[in-house]
Nanobody, 119 residues
Framework: VQLQASGGGLVQAGGSLRLSCTAS????????MNWYRQAPGNQREWVAS???????SYSDSVKGRFTISRDDAANTMYLQMSSLQREDTAVYYC??????????????WGQGTQVTVSS
């Protein structure tokens, strides 16, 4: 099972980018999927989540600016990022969790995609 993240790049402050995370299996098998980011010198931080039931949550730092969504037909999760700030500069990672069989759960990280916001 693999996740492939893409869509990063260089954007000016105030601009927008859309990240994609394409899965090698059907989306309904994930219990939830997350976006994380890691800026240089910082720990990886959670950005947003979407569950198999469609429940969505965001970190306070991106709420109102980022939108997480998924297209089950395309086996892809998205992160639409708007009003980007220099503080959003980081490597962005997608993560998928589930299913579980007893105590054994599948969890998969995608490779990172770099987002750089210039002033």
């Amino acid at each position: 099972v693999q996740l492939q993240a893409s869509g990063g790049g260089l954007v000016q402050a105030g601009g927008s980018l859309r990240l994609s995370c394409t899965a090698s299996r059907r989306m309904f098998r994930w219990q939830y999927m997350n976006w994380y980011r890691q800026a240089p010198g910082n720990q990886r931080e959670w950005v947003a989540s979407i569950t198999s039931g469609g429940m969505i949550s965001y970190s306070d730092s991106v709420k109102g600016r980022f939108t997480i969504s998924r297209d089950d037909a395309a086996n892809t999760m998205y992160l639409q990022m708007s009003s980007l700030q220099r503080e959003d500069t980081a490597v962005y990672y997608c993560f998928g969790f589930g299913p579980c069989s007893g105590s054994e759960c599948t969890h998969v990280w995608g490779q990172g995609t770099q987002v750089t916001v210039s002033s």
